[in-house]
Structure formats: C-alpha cells, structure tokens
C-alpha cells in the first residue's frame, strides 16, 4: 500500500488556500500517493480549557471531533497544514486545532513526518505565519519541508512540483539522512529534561520510546558541533532543575 498524506484545510471557505492544496494534492497523486483533504470547519473541534488532563494522564476532558483527527494524522505518513492569514497569523480555528494537539508537544507520536505548509493572504503577515508554522512543527518534532504561499498577485498561479521538492524528498529519505535544525535540537532537550524531572505520563512515555538518553528522537545526520551544544544544555537544564 502506498504512502499516505493528510492535507488540513483551516480555511472556512474552501476558496484561495483549498485551491492551492488541491494543486498540491494533485502533484502528489502524480507521484503514486494517496491523499485525503481534512477541512476542519467540518468538525467540531472545542477550545482548549487548559485543564492539562491531556499532559497529567493520557486523555482528554473534552468530547468531540479532535480524536478523530488525530488519528487521521497518526494514520499518515506525511501531513500537509494550510491556513489563510488572519490578523497574522493562523484562523482560529486552526489555532484551536493547534492547542488541542498540546499532548504532542509533551508526548510526541507525530516524530519525523515529513510536513508541509500553505498559506494564503491577500495583502501582509506571510512571514509571521511562516514562523507559527515553524514554532508549531518544531514541537511536533516533524521533519520541516517547503513552505508554499500566495499573495493577491500570485493568488492564481498553480503550484509547481519545484515548490515541493523538499517535502517530495523527505517522503523519499530516510530519518538516518535528516539534519536537525538548532531549534529542533533545543525543543528535543528540553521537552527530555522535563520528561526525566516528571513523575507522571511525560517520564513514563519517553522511558518506553527509549529517549532519554539519545541526543535525539531517532539516529540521524546531526552535526557534532550541534550534538555537543544539545550535550551541554542538557546538563545546564538538568542542574537548573535540581536547584528549583
């Protein structure tokens, strides 16, 4: 069976962005992949109450769409995120969808997916999206590939392949041929000092996938300049949590 992959629409409309991720559905049906576009003003998707059941167990205090969700993107072997830009930066919806995936910050299971982001604006805040689709990926601990914007005066230009071939490579690649950015190395680090200074499900799960004492999630091409710094920030982290 081929390889799968989950394109989320966090539009209410299925209008400028829709249309891009349908060009991107179609390159990649042409590469012999199988794709589902998620619109998630389908669903019922609440607001996060914060009430952390999610990080302190392993469930979730509310009833509603989000599980099915996930397991989509669990079900996936790569996941494209695509929003228009609203007051710079994702709707709220998508937001909503991003905070209800806060257990994956913790306890991960999205790990070295490769992903993709699409964002549409009519006028300004293509770079500020652009970093909250950073931030957000480097917490899920996927493997970053291209970002695909349109503006008012690109809005209609189809998607080429080029736009992808980041992504398409990393659909390709091993995990072993992947270099970790310096972000993703910090987030890594310090997502384990709190695993090991945790009690609960956060020390449990990482114990079980066997993390606490690799430099990273999985073996990879790190450089060894960014594997000593991951080295020593471990052990500043853990003294500083030591002396708290």
Same mark, same amino acid.
């Given at each position: ?5 989950? =394109? ?19 390159? =990649? ?216």
């Amino acid at each position: 069976m081929g390889k799968k992959v989950i =394109l989320i629409n966090g539009s209410a409309r299925k209008k400028n962005t829709f249309k891009v991720l349908q060009d991107i559905e179609q390159i =990649l049906k042409g590469r012999g992949l199988e794709t589902e576009i998620l619109h998630l003003f389908d669903y019922d998707v609440k607001d996060c109450t914060g009430c952390e059941e999610c990080v302190q167990q392993s469930g979730c205090s509310l009833t509603d769409d989000m599980p099915a969700i996930m397991q989509k993107l669990l079900d996936s072997d790569a996941i494209v995120f695509g929003s228009p830009v609203y007051m710079g930066g994702a709707t709220s919806k998508f937001k909503t969808f991003a905070d209800r995936t806060n257990v994956w910050i913790h306890k991960t299971e999205l790990v070295g997916k490769p992903a993709l982001f699409v964002a549409t604006t009519t006028a300004t805040g293509r770079k500020e999206i652009r970093r909250f689709f950073h931030i957000y990926a480097t917490g899920l601990a996927t493997r970053k590939g291209d970002f695909v914007a349109r503006t008012g005066k690109t809005m209609s230009a189809p998607v080429r392949e080029e736009e992808l071939s980041r992504f398409l490579a990393l659909l390709q690649e091993d995990e072993a041929n992947y270099r970790p950015a310096m972000d993703e190395i910090v987030m890594f680090t310090v997502q384990k000092v709190m695993a090991l200074n945790s009690s609960g499900s956060d020390r449990t799960y990482w114990e079980q996938k066997e993390w606490l004492d690799k430099p990273y999630y999985y073996p990879c091409a790190m450089h060894p300049g960014k594997r000593a710094f991951g080295k020593l920030m471990h052990k500043i982290l853990s003294k500083a949590m030591r002396q708290a």
